[in-house]
């Protein structure tokens, strides 16, 4: 399986960015993919994550700011960020799990500055 993730970038603070990722290579259908990002200095943490099913997860500092999404036919997710902070600053990684399997994209920097 792999993952490929795109649309980091450098954003101004308030801003938006959307990131994708698309899964290819052989997918249990049942499965949870999303989003978790490591920032300067920390540990990697949940963004947010949404099941083959639609249930939909993220991390307590989101708080109503991003959006997961999936288009099913393509195994490719989204990340739609809005009031984006530079305490945001990280990079994210996209990740895809099943059964005893988890893989991980190889991660798109996201900047938030001024």
């Known amino acids: 399986v792999q993952l490929q993730a795109s649309g980091g970038g450098l954003v101004q603070p308030g801003g938006s960015l959307t990131l994708s990722c698309a899964a290819s290579g052989k997918i249990f259908r049942i499965n949870v993919m999303g989003w978790y990002r490591q920032g300067p200095g920390n540990q990697r943490e949940l963004v947010a994550t949404v099941t083959s099913g639609g249930t939909t997860t993220y991390g307590d500092f989101v708080k109503g700011r991003f959006t997961i999404s999936r288009e099913y036919a393509k195994n490719t997710v989204y990340l739609q960020m809005n009031d984006l902070k530079p305490e945001d600053t990280a990079v994210y990684y996209c990740?895809?799990?099943?059964?005893?399997?988890?893989?991980w994209g190889q991660g798109t920097l996201v900047t938030v500055s001024s």
């Open positions: 990740n895809i799990r099943y059964t005893r399997y988890n893989f």
